[in-house]
T-cell receptor, first 109, second 114 residues
Framework: GQNIDQPTEMTATEGAIVQINCTYQ??????LFWYQQHAGEAPTFLSY??LDGLEEKGRFSSFLSRSKGYSYLLLKELQMKDSASYLC??????????WGAGTKLIIKP | ETGVTQTPRHLVMGMTNKKSLKCEQH?????MYWYKQSAKKPLELMFV???????ENNSVPSRFSPECPNSSHLFLHLHTLQPEDSALYLC?????????????FGAGSRLTVL
């Protein structure tokens, strides 16, 4: 079957670094997306990985290991506005996204 | 504003009511989607339209009826809903960017069924 596993909730301190892990099992694989969703708002695209390795985009980086079925999102220099849910979504053989339930990240001053 | 507009933002309806959710995208995308988002659950894909043609119906009950009159507009008609259908309904559109099919979501319609 298809399964996505990511922590339900994480807490971090403003200015620190946090890593949100995601493990997945899908029927086929066509890249992995990370989305950010603030409470009451639309999910917004953060990153896309299709090859193994690290993709860096400003304060956010995303890593993929296809052989391990594993990805992480790394957030540096945390700001209060980074408090949100982070959704991991690999694409299956039909290019349909399989969504995790999301990780709620709480940033404390 | 993401370029995908959903109305209404909030809707309360009884189980015997008929209502519709509307989605409009101003991004020139050719694919549009309906998702259901319940608290602490993964996003559930409901319907996909490509160039106005329905390409995916994820075993959605017939009390949900989609309509896509053109590639910019998408509706979700609701009839005889159940309380467990209360959720956030998200519309999205997509285009391929660098080999990735990136979704742009609307802010959602929060539905409460009494």
């Amino acid at each position: 079957g298809q399964n996505i596993d990511q922590p339900t909730e994480m807490t971090a301190t403003e200015g620190a670094i946090v890593q949100i892990n995601c493990t997945y099992q899908t029927s086929g694989f066509n890249g992995l997306f990370w989305y950010q969703q603030h409470a009451g708002e639309a999910p917004t695209f953060l990153s896309y990985n299709v090859l193994d390795g690290l993709e860096e985009k400003g304060r956010f980086s995303s890593f993929l290991s296809r052989s391990k079925g594993y990805s992480y999102l790394l957030l540096k220099e945390l700001q209060m506005k980074d408090s949100a849910s982070y959704l991991c979504a690999p694409g299956d053989s039909n290019y349909q996204l399989i969504w995790g339930a999301g990780t709620k990240l709480i940033i404390k001053p | 504003e993401t370029g995908v507009t959903q109305t209404p933002r909030h809707l309360v309806m009884g189980m015997t009511n008929k209502k519709s959710l509307k989605c409009e995208q101003h991004l020139g995308h050719n694919a549009m989607y309906w998702y259901k988002q319940s608290a602490k659950k993964p996003l559930e894909l409901m319907f996909v339209y490509n160039f106005k043609e329905q390409t995916e119906n994820n075993s959605v009950p017939s009390r949900f009826s989609p309509e896509c009159p053109n590639s910019s507009h998408l509706f979700l008609h609701l009839h005889t809903l159940q309380p467990e259908d209360s959720a956030l309904y998200l519309c999205a559109s997509s285009q391929e960017v660098g080999g990735a099919n990136v979704l742009t979501f609307g802010a959602g319609s929060r539905l409460t069924v009494l």
